[in-house]
């Protein structure tokens, strides 16, 4: 049988701890920062975000599926580049609004081409109250994932402050789809997403129904549903 461990034993091993995952810390901070200094030099100093938004036929942190096929469609839909947010709008509580339903679909989001005549017209406070923070260049397959590519925007606050999170404390920002269609009672056959609590989930799994299902844009969120879902510093080169 082994012996004990003192109690000073104990701290010494719970410091010793503590400082591994500081430096484990600071080391993906490093790396972080790295690749985001070659992604801006890359680029003109503009910055281009990538990464993961969703995976079909697997399980998200809120309860939700997405099929290959309502995918696809969706994907090949939606009109590039278009607009996002930094955060959802308010969802609305009831789908038979029409007003609520339409301001969800339209706020911080649109063409780019009208984005950037509008800009022109429109005063600052009126784009930072429409909390536009990037424009969505490419959204596309790898695998079962859904791959999506965005320019973050310097010409207003929402931009700035997703710019601010990488330069000043090193933090990736997630991305979500802004959708808008049905659902309906799960019965396939999918993998559970990493972060997914099944017994929270229990039988809150929805199915997204292919008929109805439209993507609207990509929106920049603190807390994505999709557990890979946080974005980083793209390396390709894009700027002109």
Same mark, same amino acid.
């Given at each position: !049988?082994?012996?004990?461990?003192?109690?000073?034993? !104990?701290?010494?091993? %719970?410091?010793?701890?503590?400082?591994?995952?500081?430096?484990?810390?600071?080391?993906?901070? %490093?790396?972080?920062?790295? *690749?985001?200094?070659? @992604?801006?030099?890359?680029?003109?100093?503009?910055?281009?975000?990538?990464?993961? #938004?969703? *995976?079909?036929?697997?399980?998200?942190?809120?309860?939700?599926?997405?099929?290959?096929?309502? !995918?696809?469609?969706?994907?090949? =839909?939606?009109?590039?580049?278009?607009?996002?947010?930094?955060?959802?709008?308010?969802?609305?509580?009831?789908? @038979?609004?029409?007003?609520?339903?339409?301001?969800?679909?339209?706020?911080?989001? /649109?063409?780019?081409?009208?984005?950037?005549?509008?800009?022109?017209?429109?005063?600052? =406070?009126?784009?930072?109250?429409?909390?536009?923070?990037? #424009?969505?260049?490419?959204?596309?397959?790898?695998?079962?994932?859904?791959?999506?590519?965005?320019?973050?925007?310097?010409?207003?606050?929402? /931009?700035?402050? #997703?710019?601010?999170?990488?330069? =000043?404390?090193?933090?990736?920002?997630?991305?979500?789809?802004?959708?808008?269609?049905?659902?309906?009672?799960?019965?396939?056959?999918? %993998?559970?997403?990493?972060?997914?609590?099944?017994?929270?989930?229990?039988? %809150?799994?929805?199915? #997204?129904?292919?008929?109805?299902?439209?993507?609207?844009?990509?929106?920049?969120?603190?807390?994505?549903?999709?557990?890979?879902?946080?974005?980083?510093?793209?390396?390709? =080169?894009?700027?002109?």
């Amino acid at each position: !049988m082994g012996n004990a461990l003192s109690s000073s034993e !104990m701290h010494e091993e %719970d410091e010793e701890e503590k400082k591994q995952r500081e430096r484990r810390r600071q080391s993906n901070c %490093d790396e972080r920062y790295q *690749r985001l200094l070659l @992604s801006l030099k890359r680029n003109q100093n503009r910055l281009f975000l990538s990464g993961e #938004v969703t *995976r079909v036929n697997e399980v998200t942190k809120n309860g939700r599926i997405f099929t290959q096929r309502a !995918m696809a469609r969706a994907v090949e =839909k939606l009109e590039l580049p278009v607009c996002g947010r930094l955060e959802h709008p308010k969802c609305p509580d009831d789908a @038979s609004d029409a007003k609520a339903v339409e301001r969800y679909r339209k706020e911080g989001c /649109g063409s780019f081409a009208d984005a950037a005549s509008s800009t022109t017209r429109m005063d600052a =406070k009126t784009l930072d109250d429409m909390r536009v923070s990037h #424009v969505v260049h490419d959204l596309y397959f790898n695998g079962n994932a859904v791959v999506v590519l965005v320019e973050v925007l310097e010409c207003t606050e929402a /931009g700035r402050k #997703v710019r601010e999170a990488y330069e =000043k404390t090193g933090n990736l920002v997630g991305a979500s789809m802004r959708a808008w269609g049905s659902s309906t009672e799960a019965a396939l056959d999918v %993998d559970w997403g990493g972060g997914v609590d099944k017994r929270s989930a229990g039988k %809150d799994i929805r199915a #997204v129904c292919e008929e109805d299902f439209e993507l609207i844009t990509i929106d920049l969120v603190a807390n994505p549903s999709h557990a890979l879902a946080y974005l980083k510093p793209h390396l390709g =080169k894009l700027g002109n």
